[in-house]
T-cell receptor
């Protein structure tokens, strides 16, 4: 079964608003990663947060990790039309080479 | 962009025929992965490789086999394609175990009639 589950499945917001997506997972992890996928394209890595980190920033992206709740959130601030895409969390279990993805959140930025 | 090439990019085949998808990388990365992406399921890991001739199963490996005879090539074979294997297949590579980010190819769309 899949490790990560994103919430919500789909999200529509106005341009300029902030978008928040959540990811829950089941087992202990080494790190958690977020990826973006534009329609018809391969996934692109956005940010990685390690299990001993609680928050990380990259440009307009902010990721938090709560290992006690086995959850992470991705915040995109000041959204733009170009942010329209699907977003996936990927968990990297301890002592394992497998990188397991969730089902993704479809984000649509309205003009 | 990471040097990953998937071939073919599109293929239509009939049930029962063998199909091989190829992933070629120019980055000399050790780890290579095959995922399939289906509506409602996201990406699911089929097989992965942690070195030449070293492979392991993922979540949905039944009906698939892989081979890696060279660092740069990772082949995914469907011995006898079924309609349930209609999907978009993505190859990904990584330089490091666990802590490495994945670089993805552009995908191979396979339709099994």
């Amino acid at each position: 079964s899949q490790q990560g589950e994103e919430d919500p499945q789909a999200l529509s917001i106005q341009e300029g608003e902030n978008a928040t997506m959540n990811c829950s997972y089941k087992t202990s992890i080494n790190n958690l990663q977020w990826y973006r996928q534009n329609s018809g394209r391969g996934l692109v890595h956005l940010i990685l947060i390690r299990s001993n980190e609680r928050e990380k920033h990259s440009g307009r992206l902010r990721v938090t990790l709560d290992t006690s709740k086995k959850s992470s959130s991705l915040l995109i601030t000041a959204s733009r039309a170009a942010d329209t895409a699907s977003y996936f969390c990927a968990t990297v279990p301890n002592r394992d080479d497998k990188i397991i993805f969730g089902k993704g959140t479809r984000l649509h930025i309205l003009p | 962009d990471a040097g990953i090439t998937q071939s073919p990019r599109h293929k239509v085949t009939e049930t029962g025929t063998p199909v091989t998808l190829r992933c070629h990388q120019t980055e000399n990365h050790r780890y290579m992965y095959w995922y399939r992406q289906d509506p409602g399921h996201g990406l699911r890991l089929i097989h992965y490789s942690y070195g030449v001739k070293d492979t392991d199963k993922g979540e949905v490996s039944d009906g698939y086999s892989v081979s890696r005879s060279k660092t740069e090539d990772f082949l995914l074979t469907l011995e006898s394609a079924t309609s349930s294997q209609t999907s978009v297949y993505f190859c990904a590579i990584s330089a490091r175990q666990n802590t490495g980010e994945l670089f993805f190819g552009e995908g191979s769309r396979l339709t099994v009639l």
